[in-house]
């Protein structure tokens, strides 16, 4: 038994020090959270509420090996080790994969034992997240006297350790951050087609898509299904920053519905190799597999987007605003059709933002996305007003482009808060004016609480801008699932409901003229029809488009759709989820089990709709500059019809059309007046553009349906 005063053996365990040194060894069947099927996982050790160690990043593997060591001085046995696993993802917050606790008052010390911890999230406890391999050494001091005077400098050596490691680490984190706002190039890649690839299914073909990795950005390819051959014709850009190096990681897949896709086969390339400002033909061999993947690869050096303070303003300097001004001029119209213009972004501040912690506050900072250009701002802690004062700078390869401002709540161990977004069409930017925009849900639908102060500027040249249209819009690297949606498909349904009935409106009001209901209608009617038929060129066709533009400008222009908005459903979803849980939830489970088929009827709908949607809005000049563009083509056939024979024309097209693969056998393949319908803002894409303005006597989060400013 303990002498007379000593303390009871377990206060002596807590006096004590002990050091735990921990080798982590691998990771077994972790869970799944990127689209291709894998994950990017890495460890964080936490004690007592703080990080005491992290591991690096395995990308792309759901069984990564790390074998790596760390040392850990305990004060005590009582407190577990809070063991967390995340997947990395570039640019976005990082998804959480599991977790376990390793308690040290199990373990049996002065030895090496192997541990396996069961990775949990307590949210889905009965989810299987996989399991991690360790093993721990737990070895306490022997001398009292020796402890304290080691466990002294020990302290010492590790906080002086720890923060000479923090501090490596943040100017590491910083540099990289840093970097990781400048690309100093384009890498811009045309997918063409595969050859002779293995087959992967029964039938002896394949269903093969492509992904794509530069560092942590990410493309993956359509699938074509059936094929040992395929033809991509896909084209995308890449940005080349600093850290990523140069090499371009590029796997085959075979699509594999119900089960995980199986490996085809993987290539590297090396974008130092390739000289700049030239496109490469690259006929690529697969590793570990037989076939080729067909690239056309062009590396184009290009001004970078940046973020600075607002005491440095490009567009501010009347110096610096001349020369950029001269660059994207007339004279330069026909140079670098890829550069088009430049957008600045002053993010001043925000205010009466959402409180997302217990707290009552908030840790919000700034996204700005603009097409794959995504940069944020710094994060301001516990404050519901922040002020940033950022000046963003992007290389505009798209006037037809859409700036997105999202506000986020920074949580260190879960995913971030939404707190708001908006989304600003390029060419709807007064410049130079401060506006006060009222932020909206994640649907932009209704707003939520908060606004943001920001100051655009915009400068582009309209004659590569105007070329820009006719040729297929940049493609996102991240977009989120297609979801299961009755609203959605409903929505599609009313839409293409609509457009029919335009439709049959006209046809109704033409068949009324053959009627005679209305005496004076048939006889102007027939009039015209004698007098066109009598006298009809085909230059009459576009003319009377034409006609019709003109017509929509002068009198019909800036006329409100009651009807368009009408049509949407602007209801509080939290109230509808209330009162029709239960239908939703039949509803539901009827929708899964026919799921591939609902997302091709919605996607359908939706196509068809957009498309009317966009022919009326290019007519009621919805935006200026493509109306003012659809006039200048449409003249410019008018004025080809009359001088020119139609023989002639067809000709032409003829010959061009057989030719082209003979000219450019690698060409993709588009159709002009899609690219251009593509451009037009849909009846949808119109509504969460609009600005909303706030009730003056009713808070934005109370608000059940927006104003339209």
Aim: hydrophobic content about 40%.
């Amino acid at each position: 038994m303990p002498g007379i005063g000593a303390p009871p053996s377990s206060e002596r365990a807590s006096s004590s020090m002990y050091k735990l040194e921990i080798d982590l060894k691998r990771g077994n069947n972790l869970a799944v959270r990127d689209r291709g099927g894998s994950s990017d996982p890495y460890v964080k050790f936490k004690l007592s509420g703080k990080e005491v160690f992290r591991s690096k990043t395995i990308h792309k593997n759901l069984n990564p090996v790390w074998d790596e060591k760390t040392t850990i001085i305990l004060d005590c046995l009582s407190d577990p080790l809070y063991v967390k696993v995340f997947d990395y993802d570039f640019g976005l917050q990082d998804d959480f994969m599991g977790s376990a606790y390793l308690y040290m008052e199990s373990l049996e010390q002065q030895r090496c034992i192997p541990v396996t911890l069961v990775l949990k999230d307590p949210q889905y406890p009965d989810q299987d997240l996989g399991s991690l391999d360790l093993s721990v050494t737990l070895t306490p001091k022997d001398s009292p006297v020796e402890e304290r005077r080691d466990s002294t400098s020990t302290t010492m050596l590790l906080r002086r350790s720890w923060k000479r490691s923090n501090k490596q680490q943040s100017l590491r984190l910083s540099e990289l951050h840093r970097k990781s706002q400048l690309w100093r190039g384009i890498v811009s890649i045309a997918l063409i087609e595969g050859r002779s690839l293995i087959p992967m299914d029964p039938n002896g073909l394949s269903d093969p898509y492509v992904k794509f990795r530069l560092g942590h950005q990410k493309y993956r390819s359509k699938t074509v299904p059936k094929t040992l051959s395929p033809q991509w014709r896909e084209q995308f850009d890449l940005h080349l920053f600093e850290e990523t190096g140069g090499l371009l990681e590029i796997t085959v897949w075979d699509r594999d519905t119900g089960r995980r896709d199986d490996f085809i086969g993987r290539c590297q390339l090396d974008l130092s190799t390739l000289s700049k400002e030239h496109t490469h033909h690259l006929d690529l061999p697969l590793e570990e597999s037989r076939g080729f993947v067909v690239l056309l690869v062009t590396l184009t050096a290009s001004s970078h987007v940046s973020i600075a303070d607002l005491s440095v303003t490009p567009l501010d300097d009347p110096q610096e605003r001349r020369e950029i001004l001269k660059r994207y001029g007339a004279l330069k119209s026909f140079s670098n059709f890829r550069d088009v213009g430049i957008v600045q972004v002053k993010v001043m501040r925000a205010e009466g933002l959402m409180a997302a912690d217990v707290t009552g506050k908030s840790d919000p900072f700034c996204v700005l996305e603009l097409n794959n250009d995504r940069l944020q701002t710094h994060t301001v802690y516990k404050n519901l007003n922040p002020e940033w004062n950022k000046v963003f700078t992007f290389n505009v390869k798209d006037i037809h482009s859409v700036m997105e401002v999202t506000v986020f709540d920074e949580d260190r161990d879960r995913s971030a808060d939404f707190l708001g977004k908006i989304s600003i069409p390029l060419l709807s930017i007064c410049n130079g004016e401060q506006k006060s925009y009222v932020l909206k849900n994640k649907e932009l639908t209704a707003p939520t609480k908060g606004v943001i102060h920001l100051e655009i500027d915009v400068i582009y040249n309209t004659v590569k801008a105007a070329i820009k249209t006719i040729v297929p819009a940049e493609q996102k690297y991240i977009e989120e699932e297609p979801k299961v949606s009755k609203q959605l498909l409903q929505q599609n349904f009313n839409r293409v409901k609509r457009c029919i009935m335009v439709l049959i409106s006209y046809g109704t009001y033409i068949n009324s003229c053959f009627e005679w209901e209305s005496a004076q209608r048939s006889i102007i009617s027939f009039v015209m029809f004698v007098l066109v038929v009598w006298n009809f060129e085909l230059y009459m066709l576009p003319l009377a488009l034409l006609l019709l533009l003109v017509w929509n400008y002068l009198f019909s222009r800036d006329t409100p759709d009651t009807t368009m908005e009408a049509m949407f459903d602007w209801e509080d979803v939290e109230e509808d989820k209330e009162d029709k849980e239960s239908e939703h939830k039949g509803f539901m489970n009827k929708l899964y089990a026919i799921q591939d088929v609902f997302f091709s009827v919605q996607n359908a709908l939706d196509e068809v709709a957009s498309n009317g949607e966009r022919i009326k809005n290019t007519v009621n000049w919805t935006v200026p500059f493509l109306s003012w563009l659809a006039i200048a083509a449409l003249l410019s056939a008018v004025v080809l019809l009359y001088l020119v024979p139609l023989r002639y024309l067809v000709l032409i097209w003829g010959v061009n059309k057989f030719t082209k693969k003979l000219r450019d056998p690698y060409m993709i393949d588009n159709n002009e007046l899609l690219d251009f319908l593509s451009r037009v803002p849909s009846d949808v894409q119109v509504m969460h553009y609009r600005e909303l303005r706030v009730d003056p006597g009713q808070s934005p989060s109370k608000r059940r349906r927006p104003i339209q400013s």
